[in-house]
């Protein structure tokens, strides 16, 4: 039996997502968005291969909001990319995946590592609205001069402080305060910069 779970809201599935609510994910809208990410995520990787300061335009065009000197070697998988912003000098090496549901915020002089990924959509633990497919996002920030490590994994609704460094392959489920080191599964400080 389909449930409505929006009977009593006009909104579209769109201004669900984008006011942080419960919505459908593979509305048609959404989907259409998400394509064209995905093409101009392609046509940036063309553009980088063949000179990386050409590709900048691309870049501009996929993200929210790109800094000056920013570096980020693709491939690069996001949903949307109108929802991340990246600060000035940050470089992003190989295979970012940053899930832009929700914000995505990159500070400046950042440094992340291969195979880094940024999820900010969340799903219901009740087996019925998963099978409904709704879904929700809580955004990411991320503050200035933070690297992060090859393989890290950040969760919804992380935030993590100016300074800090997350270890390689460390997965990040609650905030990181400013100046330290976290590492582990789940990451935790381990010493203070």
Request: glycine residues 8%; charged residues 20%; contains cysteine.
């Amino acid at each position: 039996m389909l449930i409505d779970h929006f009977a009593d809201d006009p909104r579209t599935n769109l201004e669900r997502m984008l006011a942080g609510d419960l919505y459908i994910a593979d509305d048609p809208e959404i989907a259409r968005r998400q394509q064209q990410a995905m093409r101009l995520a392609a046509r940036y990787r063309a553009a980088y291969i063949e000179d990386a300061d050409s590709a900048r335009p691309l870049l501009a065009e996929l993200l929210g909001s790109v800094g000056e000197g920013v570096d980020v070697r693709p491939p690069l998988a996001v949903d949307y990319g109108s929802n991340i912003s990246i600060g000035a000098h940050t470089f992003i090496n190989f295979n970012l995946t940053a899930l832009d549901v929700a914000r995505i915020v990159i500070g400046e002089h950042c440094q992340i590592g291969p195979n880094v990924q940024l999820l900010t959509p969340t799903h219901p633990v009740e087996p019925q609205p998963r099978r409904d497919k709704l879904e929700a996002a809580r955004p990411i920030t991320i503050g200035d001069n933070v690297w992060l490590g090859g393989g890290v994994i950040v969760c919804p609704g992380v935030t993590i402080g100016e300074n800090s460094v997350i270890g390689a392959g460390a997965v990040v489920v609650k905030d990181i305060p400013a100046d330290v080191v976290a590492v582990g599964n789940p990451a935790r400080p381990v010493r203070e910069l």
